[in-house]
């Protein structure tokens, strides 16, 4: 199957379009109230690790993805059934992210709109792009997501002349507990967002040159770590912490306080546009995944022609996986923690590694010229 490229600028950009996506969404770290913003710079800590991970198996096997990996190390029998557990993953996330944003939404600004039309009309103009491409889709992050980031440290700014900040709810600095922040480091900020990098092990075969791969992929989680922690410092100074904890959106409800000279006011609905245009690049790098993974399973000569059954499949299990949305949630947060990115996102990749480096081992002591690999 014959794969489209894309350079190192434009996969640091989807990188950290994936990252930030619907992260800026919620109250990350919410139980360590003023200290919130340090659990993403713990996060990130291990975000480095995993990435150190997923980029060396990469290297054992460069120009190979996930699933092909899988299929290299493990064979058919226990291979096929691993490739299949990774594929129904990315998909049923690709499926949980666009409930997301449809939910923030229909919440928000189309309030009384059907959500599968909202969500189908989200999950249609995904794949319609795709099937231009991965090229085409790493275009779009090289010239949207720049003034993605532009727009919003401009809203960050408005945020703090309109004087609304009050730093005092910040403090005191570790005054909720080193448990409590240890327990919304690891797993839950490690996983999310920085965990679910492991589906760019489908995409990093695309990349022109991988030489820096490393080193594009170490810069992309220490970007979107840091970008991350100064939002969540914005909208605990400004809510406070216990506020910011309560909230389903807190970053809309941390904008809608500002008004500058009774003027500057309401742009909350360009917040909603960013944060949408966050999602979209997120939930198409997973029906991505998805596709090829799929396509390379079944041994099929385009994942193009996968892409519009999986959209088939993403818009009605996003509506129906869940009864409410505070289920929806409570399910993401303990259920699919558990069961699936504890396992799929540190475990298996991990494994993966250690059988790669033995397999490699053995083979260079009947090939030398392996050894550098190492």
């Keep these: 199957m014959k794969l489209e490229k894309i350079s190192i600028k434009q996969l640091f950009l989807l990188m950290l379009a994936f990252e930030i996506g619907s992260a800026i969404i919620f109250s990350l770290g919410a139980e360590a109230k003023q200290d919130a913003w340090l659990t993403v710079l713990i996060g990130m800590v291990f975000g480095f690790i995993l990435i150190s991970v997923f980029t060396k198996l990469s290297e054992y096997y460069p120009g190979h993805s996930l699933i092909q990996i899988i299929q290299q190390l493990m064979g058919k029998f226990f291979g096929y059934p691993l490739c299949i557990t990774y594929i129904i993953y990315f998909t049923s996330q690709a499926a949980r992210i666009s409930r997301d944003f ?14 599968i039309f909202i969500l189908a009309s989200f ?59 240890w327990k919304e480091s690891f797993p839950y900020q490690t996983s999310l967002p920085f965990g679910e990098l492991v589906i760019f092990t489908m995409i990093w075969p695309a990349l022109k040159d991988n030489v820096k791969l490393k080193k594009v992929a170490m810069a992309a989680v220490l970007t979107a770590g840091v970008l991350l922690s100064l939002n969540i410092l914005g909208m605990v100074s400004v809510l406070g912490p216990q506020l910011y904890g309560m909230l389903n959106y807190p970053l809309l409800s941390a904008i809608r306080m500002v008004s500058v000279a009774d ?23 997973y029906i991505y995944g998805a ?27 996003g509506q129906i996986m869940v009864k409410t949305y505070a289920e929806h949630l409570a399910i993401g947060l303990k259920f699919d923690m558990t069961y699936l990115h504890l396992p799929l996102q540190f475990v298996i990749p991990s494994l993966l590694l250690i059988m790669a480096y033995l397999h490699n081992r053995v083979l260079s002591h009947s090939d030398p010229t392996l050894r550098q690999r190492q």
């Design 102 to 115: 449809s939910e923030l939404m229909l919440s928000t600004i189309l309030v009384g709109t059907p959500s």
């Design 291 to 317: 596709s090829v993974g799929t396509a390379q399973l079944l041994n099929l000569k385009s994942h193009h022609f996968v892409l519009i059954p999986l959209g088939a499949i993403i818009v009605p299990l």
């Design 263 to 285: 003027f500057l006011e309401r742009v909350d609905a360009v917040v909603i546009m960013l944060m949408v245009a966050g999602g979209f690049f997120k939930v198409g790098i």
């Design 123 to 181: 999950v249609v103009v995904i794949i319609y792009t795709l099937r231009g491409g991965i090229e085409v889709f790493g275009r779009m992050a090289e010239l949207v997501f720049p003034v993605v980031l532009i727009i919003s440290m401009s809203t960050w700014l408005i945020v703090y002349i309109s004087g609304v900040v009050d730093m005092k709810h910040l403090t005191p600095f570790l005054g909720s507990g080193i448990k409590n922040i």
